[in-house]
């Protein structure tokens, strides 16, 4: 279905056909980058890199726009660490965001109002827009920044339809947009993009191909955490990890086999739930 907007010629000048092939995301996407003035890109504080979207990011600053990296669940990780790793990504302007802890509502407040103070908006109310993966927080961060519950919340990829207007106050209006992955890594299939979705929650937990796998892998880069959430010793072991939690929750196939799938599930539900830490 096609959305219908009254905005100005200011906003709806039309951009080179030539940079079409290169914009790799959905046209509801591109259409909020390119009525916005300034564009927030919500990063899942524990997966810095996986939840970037390289392609928005270049067809952002290709615009002129200014781009401020929204770090958001940064209860769940060691800021020292997470700000370290800010800096080695030369990821800047970014705000830290708890809608838990209630962290970095003020500083993104005031750094949204002093952009647009900067770009002069006159006679037009300025555009925000927020873009970001499927998971990431962006309707939470919506929320906890306008201060009521005006966008759809829902831990289901992909739970925003179409663009959500919000008044964030009199002289600035809130653009988000669904969670969009790069069409190259829906369509690629690759293990590498699957596992990169599966760990960041941009893939719910009951879709994922190979849960067993994507187990196996956080459990090398986190070390002990699993392990520790399930009270279970496997050593490191993702098999007889998998095992034990299926008789712990009584998890069986016919015959009395574990359901190593249903396991796994369980596994990944917790870990993008944030609840394994």
Request: contains cysteine; proline residues 3%.
């Amino acid at each position: 279905m096609r959305v219908r907007y009254s905005f100005s010629s200011r906003r709806t000048r039309t951009i080179d056909n030539k940079n079409d092939h290169r914009v790799a995301y959905p046209k509801l996407a591109r259409e909020v980058i390119r009525i916005s003035d300034i564009i927030l890109e919500v990063l899942d504080a524990r997966y810095l890199e996986e939840t970037r979207n390289i392609d928005m990011e270049e067809h952002v600053k290709e615009l002129g726009k200014k781009l401020v990296y929204v770090v958001n669940k940064a209860d769940l990780v060691k800021i020292s660490e997470v700000k370290a790793k800010l800096e080695e990504l030369n990821l800047k302007p970014y705000v830290l965001f708890s809608c838990t802890r209630k962290m970095g509502k003020a500083r993104l407040a005031d750094l949204i109002k002093i952009e647009i103070k900067r770009m002069k908006v006159k006679f037009f109310k300025a555009h925000v827009g927020i873009i970001g993966y499927p998971n990431t927080g962006k309707s939470s961060l919506i929320n906890f920044l306008v201060g009521r519950g005006v966008a759809g919340r829902s831990p289901e990829r992909g739970h925003t339809r179409g663009i959500q207007h919000v008044r964030f106050n009199k002289d600035i209006l809130i653009l988000d947009t669904p969670g969009v992955i790069v069409e190259s890594e829906t369509f690629a299939g690759s293990d590498r993009a699957l596992q990169k979705h599966a760990k960041s929650g941009v893939r719910n937990y009951d879709k994922v191909k190979n849960p067993d796998l994507v187990v196996a892998n956080l459990m090398k880069e986190h070390p002990g955490k699993i392990e520790k959430y399930y009270r279970v010793k496997a050593e490191g072991d993702s098999e007889i990890l998998l095992d034990e939690i299926g008789r712990i929750y009584n998890f069986l196939l016919k015959g009395k086999v574990i359901d190593i799938d249903r396991s796994a599930r369980l596994v990944l539900k917790a870990w993008q739930e944030g609840k394994i830490k």
